[in-house]
Each structure stands twice: as structure tokens, then as C-alpha cells.
């Protein structure tokens, strides 16, 4: 399992699935929510297989979340800011009406 190896920065809290997550300021969605045991994060559109964090840098998109009502949303590269609220997104990336 992940864990933190410095800590001293101030706690951010958010949601995600109504679930209260405590995080470090400075921390991404998917660092947060590895490191609170989190490990799916949406379901493959093709098999409906549980999807979660791979790459951690950005490049393969498994890591897709709604944050705040906003879908598409990397958790690798999105800060945690206090009272966010994440939840995990159905399939892949969602298009919006009229693209």
C-alpha cells in the first residue's frame, strides 16, 4: 500500500462517494485517494472492468473522475482543494451534448 512519506503541510478535506477523504495541501485526486485506500476509480466502457490509477502522470487516462459536476477530469493531475467533490465517472470520456 502507499504511504506518505513527509508530512507537515496542512490537511485538505474533500468527497468522494459521499466518503470524507483527508489529504495533504498540495496533493493530487489520485494520491489522495491512494493513499486513503481508494483503488476504482470508474468502469471500463468496453468490459465494464474496474479502472483506476496506472500511469499517475497523465498519458493514459484510466484515472477519469467528475469533479464538482465536471467529467473528463484527470485525478493525477487535478489538486485536492478543500470541499471538492469527486465522484467516479461512468465509462470513459463522457462527450457533452452537441460535439
Request: proline share 4%.
Amino acid at each position: 500500500m502507499a504511504r506518505r512519506i513527509e508530512s507537515g503541510t496542512a490537511t485538505v478535506r474533500f468527497t468522494f462517494q459521499d466518503r470524507t477523504i483527508e489529504a495533504q495541501e498540495g496533493d493530487t485526486v489520485a494520491a489522495a485517494l491512494t493513499a486513503a485506500g481508494v483503488r476504482e476509480l470508474r468502469q471500463s466502457v468496453v468490459s465494464g472492468s474496474p479502472r483506476g490509477i496506472f500511469c499517475m502522470m497523465g498519458t493514459c487516462f484510466d484515472c477519469l473522475v467528475e469533479v464538482d459536476g465536471r467529467p473528463n477530469v484527470q485525478a493525477c493531475r487535478t489538486t485536492v482543494t478543500e470541499g471538492m467533490t469527486v465522484m467516479p465517472q461512468k465509462g470513459g470520456p463522457a462527450v457533452e451534448a452537441g460535439e
